[in-house]
């Protein structure tokens, strides 16, 4: 019998679909074909695979060969099917068993010399090669990647001829291994000094899953805020994990089992595209607020982006997902990130402050602040002030505030309070689940209507109100919203108060 069936897998998005590698020789005069939608890469194979088969002593079939990927309509990029193909023919010409093939799986780049290189899109391949029950041989640089799958059974093949020896009974693989995790010490609530208001909006933010808009003049420490957040988010559980990794197992730019579990962190320049944004491009791959899935954007200089770009959000930020559309097919990216954003309050970033120098007309800070629009801002639940320090606040000797690691427990608890209650945290809550969660006493339900009558606000913006006044009652340890809470929550709109008083 001269055909030989190997599993492979392609990458669509942060899935890993079937291909099924389908080796046949016939006489004629010797040549090799592969179909089955391959692209440029994949159509290489054959130089790569012909090498990596003779360098590795066994006999190159002069035949004529044909390799099909199934199924034909699912496009193939990459060296990932280098390996496959490769074991396919040394099947299909009887020089390694073909009953040996049907539990495995095998991803992996062929250099000339048969060795294997590392591919990008493994953890998603070992998650679906564990569901359907194979074991997976990929490359050593993607071992530690592929142990983080659950129930998988994973091993590394340094070439060719070691996963043929495998193959044959005469030398088992190494079993690939996850890396201990480690949490080293990274940005501290320690180091913010002073700010006391920025710092509480800080953990309620976390506290509740919240998105927060911080504003204020040129070195006042909004950076230095933002870049703590992580630092109060609970560890990520294990399925938040495996999506993230997933995520980042498919973008090209790699991923460090190492930081298992670590919430992801990015802070794009403002400079970036919509496209780098929320993902896109021929082969569509996921963008900045996919690869922050269950973990912190940051867009500093808000107003500073390219308005295009920061439209895009509005979607995600509701939806937790993003769609990237081609004429042929559609990619669904993961995309619930917490949204922190930092701009200046007028183009010269002095507005407001007890010095005196800002110049700044108010028509001047109307049309800066206009660059970020309406229903953007609608979907930004707490704005926050964070203004200029005295230089004696800032001294090396100052006493430090309150760990990451205090305030963390506080947010682990109020966490805790919202998933017994509702199962997500409260910024995730619809209007129904807000019905049960968000009641007010009839004086507070006024207080609120006359603060969005005020301030002009959607009622987007009161459901908004309502969630956050919902989180502040969580870390008070409240089964109710009080007038406290609520009249807090108001307070963190400092952004509306201002296009209010600039309105009138």
């Given at each position: 019998?001269?055909?030989a ?11 890993a ?21 391959p ?90 090669a ?22 998988v ?115 794009p ?5 919509a ?41 995600p ?33 002095w ?13 001047s ?69 807000m ?70």
């Amino acid at each position: 019998m001269t055909l030989a069936l190997v599993h492979g897998r392609a990458r669509a998005g942060v899935t890993a679909p079937a291909v099924k590698v389908e080796v046949h020789l016939a006489g004629g005069v010797p040549r090799m074909s592969i179909v089955g939608l391959p692209e440029a890469a994949v159509r290489e194979a054959k130089d790569r695979v012909r090498a990596a088969i003779l360098c590795a002593q066994f006999e190159f079939p002069a035949r004529v060969i044909t390799v099909n990927l199934a199924p034909a309509d699912l496009p193939k990029d990459g060296g990932r099917f280098d390996l496959p193909i490769a074991i396919g023919i040394l099947a299909a010409s009887g020089q390694i068993p073909r009953d040996a093939l049907d539990g495995y799986e095998f991803l992996g780049e062929l250099g000339l010399t048969g060795e294997l290189r590392l591919v990008d899109g493994v953890l998603p391949a070992a998650l679906a090669a564990a569901q359907a029950g194979r074991k997976l041989i990929v490359p050593p640089g993607n071992g530690a990647e592929a142990a983080l799958a659950r129930d998988v059974e994973a091993y590394t093949a340094r070439t060719l001829l070691e996963v043929c020896a495998a193959l044959n009974g005469s030398k088992p693989l190494p079993r690939a291994l996850a890396p201990a995790s480690q949490r080293a010490r990274g940005p501290d609530m320690e180091d913010v000094r002073g700010q006391a208001h920025a710092r509480r909006a800080l953990e309620v933010a976390a506290a509740g899953n919240h998105h927060l808009l911080l504003i204020g003049p040129p070195g006042c420490g909004k950076t230095l805020l933002a870049s703590r957040l992580p630092s109060l988010l609970p560890e990520a559980s294990e399925d938040e994990a495996l999506q993230a990794a997933a995520i980042a197992s498919v973008s090209g730019r790699g991923l460090d089992p190492a930081r298992w579990r670590e919430r992801p962190y990015r802070s794009p320049h403002h400079t970036a595209s919509a496209v780098a944004l929320v993902g896109g491009g021929a082969q569509p791959r996921p963008g900045e607020i996919s690869l922050a899935h269950h973990g912190v954007l940051f867009l500093d200089e808000l107003p500073e982006w390219d308005r295009r770009a920061l439209e895009v959000l509005r979607e995600p930020l509701e939806s937790g997902v993003v769609t990237i559309s081609r004429a042929a097919r559609q990619n669904e990216f993961p995309a619930r990130f917490q949204l922190v954003a930092a701009m200046n309050p007028c183009p010269c970033g002095w507005a407001g402050d007890p010095s005196g120098r800002c110049r700044c007309g108010e028509d001047s800070i109307r049309r800066y602040r206009a660059k970020i629009s309406g229903p953007l801002m609608d979907r930004i639940d707490l704005h926050v002030e964070v203004p200029r320090l005295p230089p004696a606040d800032l001294r090396p000797d100052t006493a430090p505030g309150e760990s990451s690691a205090i305030v963390r427990a506080r947010v682990e608890q109020a966490r805790e309070v919202q998933q017994r209650r509702a199962g997500k945290p409260n910024a995730q809550l619809s209007q129904a689940e807000m019905a049960v969660s968000c009641r007010l006493s009839d004086s507070d339900q006024l207080l609120l209507e006359r603060a969005i009558e005020a301030l002009q606000l959607s009622a987007r913006s009161m459901h908004r109100i309502l969630r956050v006044a919902r989180t502040i009652a969580d870390l008070g340890e409240s089964e109710f919203i009080l007038s406290p809470h609520l009249t807090e929550a108001l307070g963190y709109r400092r952004l509306d108060r201002g296009l209010a008083r600039l309105a009138a």
